[in-house]
């Protein structure tokens, strides 16, 4: 635990505000202070006045902090290149975020789940979550999900399980933070504007397995070359899936080589579905392993919202929420599940994202409606392929093309395979203003 230092909470937001108050706790002896550009809620302002938190609402951070500061801890947001965080490594000062500082304050004997990739965290770290809940065991659910660590560190308890997804934003700034069972769902480029190049990037997803030994466990796709090449040198116990003994085909999930459920009887559908309840139930292996909670599980389970979400309408026509595909993978796999001629949505924030990777499924798409700031690379994508395409830059105008275009028994879908920040602050917003227009032009 932090005592006695002088410190910078760069960003408040959820989790700056969470890892201000953990620091507080107990009479500690911290100076803080937290900056953001953006000014809280007045509940919040006079909340950490009460903790005497000091708030300075600010666009040049880097002006507050000096060399007397002992400690930065970063929003996983901001980029390394963000002037502050300059001026941070040329004084010396350690750049730390919230999961690592509150890792520090967990009781002893917590067992700790991490789950990272390009693809499928989410929907992961959700099945582990809940079916250890259905098991009985003792967990809780944290991290990029959208609980803190700092936030659900005062209720974890001795022996508790923790079960938290991690972003390569979150890894970027962790150093002594460490996890009994690691799950590497994926690799692909992406984030690259944030880590500069893919080599980076992967580097940065590796540290999911910093300072494991033989004791602790490593749950890697043995499909996945970059997953592979990043884990050959680590020092964990490896657990494949996508390999001889886990695995799916044609007839069900199978865990060493037993049967464990029937794809017959799981209501999420698609390869990349499968793939993560294999991953889930080599997590689960480790604690309890009921294949008829597993069973009743899966068979209601409807996946994560804005991973490929049914939206309803009262058309005959089908809507998918892809909002979470904020690169190329996760188009690709969404298209791979699309059976009918198909109205994708593409486009968003420019980050060098390359189009040219949906071309092995993109025959299922009989028109594109461009959106975002991509909307020019987009339409030259489509045009070099032949594909009907719409300049729309905003989702309203898209799903107003679409409403005069569609026909019943097609597929409208969301999947822009790109970030949202350049319209929305997350893709979840993205995601939510998606399904109100659903309900305004087709309900």
């Not at 022996?159 to 002594?176: A, P, R, T």
């Not at 909307?375 to 679409?402: G, Q």
Request: contains cysteine.
């Amino acid at each position: 635990m932090l005592e006695n230092k002088k410190i910078l909470i760069l960003g408040l937001a959820r989790s700056g505000y969470h890892i201000a108050k953990l620091l507080t706790t107990n009479n500690s002896t911290n100076e803080i202070i937290a900056t953001d550009k953006n000014l809280p809620a007045f509940s919040i302002l006079n909340e950490l006045e009460e903790l005497k938190i000091k708030f300075v609402q600010s666009e040049t951070a880097e002006e507050i902090l000096d060399d007397t500061f002992d400690l930065v801890i970063k929003n996983p947001g901001i980029e390394p290149t963000h002037p502050c965080v300059v001026k941070a490594n040329n004084l010396n000062i350690p750049i730390v975020n919230e999961m690592e500082v509150a890792y520090h304050y967990l009781p002893e004997d917590v067992k700790i789940i991490g789950i990272t990739g390009s693809n499928g965290k989410t929907t992961t770290t959700t099945m582990i979550y809940d079916l250890m809940k259905m098991h009985h065991l003792p967990v809780i659910l944290g991290g990029n999900i959208g609980y803190p660590l700092s936030e659900i560190v005062p209720m974890v308890r001795k022996g508790d399980i923790l079960v938290l997804e991690i972003s390569d934003h979150q890894l970027y700034n962790l150093k002594d933070f460490k996890t009994d069972i690691s799950v590497l769902t994926n690799l692909c480029p992406t984030h690259l504007d944030f880590h500069g190049n893919y080599e980076n990037y992967i580097n940065v997803k590796k540290k999911i397995f910093n300072h494991h030994t033989f004791k602790d466990i490593a749950i890697i796709n043995n499909s996945n070359e970059d997953s592979l090449r990043i884990t050959k040198d680590i020092k964990s116990s490896k657990v494949y899936f996508n390999n001889e003994e886990n695995y799916y085909n044609d007839e069900g999930i199978y865990i060493n080589n037993e049967l464990v459920i029937n794809l017959a009887d799981i209501k999420i559908k698609g390869t990349h579905n499968y793939e993560n309840i294999l991953a889930s139930l080599l997590v689960l292996k480790e604690f309890a392993f009921d294949k008829k909670i597993i069973k009743e599980y899966l068979g209601k389970f409807n996946g994560v919202e804005h991973r490929l979400e049914v939206v309803d309408s009262n058309s005959d026509i089908k809507f998918y929420n892809d909002s979470k595909a904020t690169n190329p993978t996760s188009t690709l796999i969404a298209l791979k599940t699309m059976k009918m001629p198909t109205h994708l949505i593409l486009g968003g924030k420019e980050r060098s994202q390359d189009f040219n990777e949906l071309n092995d499924e993109i025959k299922v798409v009989k028109k594109i409606y461009a959106i975002g700031e991509v909307t020019d690379r987009v339409y030259e994508y489509a045009s070099n392929l032949n594909i009907p395409c719409v300049k729309c830059y905003t989702l309203d105008r898209a799903m107003l093309e679409i409403k005069n275009n569609v026909q019943n028994n097609e597929i409208v879908l969301l999947s822009p395979a790109s970030a949202s920040w350049d319209q929305y602050d997350k893709f979840e917003t993205r995601g939510e203003e998606f399904k109100k227009l659903v309900e305004k032009y087709f309900n």
